[in-house]
């Protein structure tokens, strides 16, 4: 039996390069080596997008669609989803007794979140959202993930779930796997407009299903070296995004020469990257029909329940709640 990797994506929108590099890639390497769960976390995204359910609703299946595009292979990558596991709801509340409010609320993660989302949560945030780490501990834990694959942002859930896990086996005896993070290299992608963070709401960002043409004028829209005006400026690439995306499909060395010494234009050179991100996801284009996605779905939740039933036994067993079993 191949160790199991868990891992899992908020459907809120289609993917884009940011989840490609941050983690998909990752996942398609490590499916042959090991047993991979890939969730479909519409639990999570609600915690959110409370407000408009359609919306996470049509996402499950892009993201399905743009997973299986970039390479997850549904005859050995379980692809899954979360709501349809009852099972995850059941062990976060179980899990929510040994979780102080206080860690939650200083998660630098659930912090930062929350900055963004003032618009949905102004001064009081739910206790959902501010639970959705006792959540994600519960996904991982549920499927006896040995190893997470997270990029930076998502360390802090790890380290929670271990907490969890220990604190866990430790009252009630060894029951779940503590799981280690496994952290995907490569700084976290920033938007194209120099922004911190691609983000699916944040408007910044290329999705694997965009067309060449929408790709193209994304990128000639991305924020260069504001001190490079014209082409013959030399450029400050270490500052600029189109130069930071260049790194991600190319040896940028040349690029980067030319960028300094003033014989590159930005106009150019966003073309040239325009060019490169086409070529890269022209064989992401497959089309899946709904009816195939849906099916694929439910047939890796169906798997993954079997999982997640045997670990709540154990748990409830664990926990002194194993009342039918003694029955
Ligand atoms: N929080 C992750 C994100 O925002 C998604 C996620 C949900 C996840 N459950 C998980 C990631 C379990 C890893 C493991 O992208």
Not at 53 to 79: H, I, K, N, W
Not at 129 to 143: C, E, H, K, N, R
Not at 199 to 209: T, Y
Request: glycine share 8%; charged share 25%; hydrophobic share 45%.
């Amino acid at each position: 039996m191949k160790p199991r990797v868990l891992t899992g994506v908020r459907p809120t929108g289609a993917l884009h390069l940011g989840h490609f590099f941050g983690m998909l890639e990752q996942t398609v390497l490590l499916q042959s080596e090991f047993d991979v769960f890939l969730m479909v976390a519409d639990v999570q995204a609600l915690t959110d997008n409370f407000f408009q359910p359609e919306r996470v609703r049509e996402s499950v299946l892009a993201v399905a669609r743009d997973a299986l595009r970039c390479g997850v292979d549904p005859s050995v990558t379980t692809l899954f989803i979360q709501s349809l596991i009852p099972e995850i709801a059941e062990l976060t509340v179980f899990l929510g007794n040994l979780v102080s409010v206080a860690r939650l609320e200083s998660n630098p993660t659930v912090k930062s979140e929350l900055a963004l989302k003032r618009g949905v949560f102004g001064d009081s945030v739910s206790f959902g959202f501010l639970g959705y780490p006792v959540s994600q501990a519960a996904d991982i834990t549920v499927f006896d993930a040995v190893c997470v694959p997270v990029g930076e942002d998502q360390l802090p859930m790890l380290e929670l779930t271990r907490d969890v896990v220990r604190k866990f086996n430790r009252l009630y005896g060894v029951t779940l796997v503590e799981p280690q993070a496994r952290l995907v290299s490569g700084a976290r992608l920033r938007g194209l407009d120099g922004l911190e963070k691609m983000g699916k709401s944040l408007g910044n960002a290329i999705f694997l299903s965009d067309s060449s043409d929408v790709v193209g004028s994304k990128v000639l829209g991305a924020v260069t070296d504001p001190l490079k005006l014209r082409l013959k400026d030399v450029g400050h690439p270490e500052v600029c995004t189109v130069f930071a995306y260049h790194q991600l499909f190319v040896d940028a060395q040349g690029i980067e020469a030319e960028c300094r010494s003033g014989s590159r234009g930005c106009v150019a050179c966003k073309k040239e990257l325009a060019g490169t991100i086409n070529h890269f996801l022209e064989p992401m284009q497959t089309e899946y029909s709904d009816a195939y996605l849906l099916q694929v779905l439910l047939e890796g939740t169906k798997k993954a329940r079997v999982v997640a039933r045997e670990t709540l036994a154990r748990v409830k067993r664990a926990m002194k709640l194993d009342y039918v079993e003694a029955a």
